[in-house]
């Protein structure tokens, strides 16, 4: 199953070494709007994710908590066994296929609203982000 989302990042997101790669495991919060008028409602979601490689190192030196993200994802189920019982575990998560930050203002962007970082990875973000 792929999917496309929105959201923002619950906490700094962290690389981590896997034999000769890296990855990245990080949640996401994506607000769903229902209702019309006074009745209108938000709903806030969260999901996992996980990047691999260059797109790992990406979201590592380009995002952090409350930065937002649009990514283009699979679902894959992830299968262990429990350390402690034994037992079969599972659970679905999202492996990031593309990626783009939105609104995040970097230093020597004017008024871009939407920057692709996989094209350019010349600045880093501003230290004093609105959100």
């Not at 990031?96 to 203002?105: Q, R, S």
Request: aromatic fraction near 10%.
């Amino acid at each position: 199953m792929k999917c496309h989302g929105i959201g923002r990042f619950t906490k700094d997101p962290e690389l981590k070494p896997v034999g000769d790669t890296h990855v990245c495991n990080f949640t996401l919060a994506m607000d769903r709007y229902f209702g019309k008028g006074e009745n209108r409602k938000k709903e806030t979601s969260f999901f996992n994710f996980v990047a691999w490689d260059s797109r790992a190192e990406t979201i590592v030196k380009y995002c952090k908590k409350g930065y937002q993200l649009a990514v283009d994802a699979e679902a894959v189920e992830e299968k262990w066994v429990d350390k402690e019982t034994g037992g079969n575990r599972s659970k679905v998560a999202f492996r990031v296929t593309n990626l783009e930050l939105l609104n995040n203002k970097r230093v020597g962007e004017n008024s871009s609203n939407t920057t692709d970082v996989e094209k350019s990875e010349a600045t880093a973000p501003v230290e004093n982000a609105p959100f």
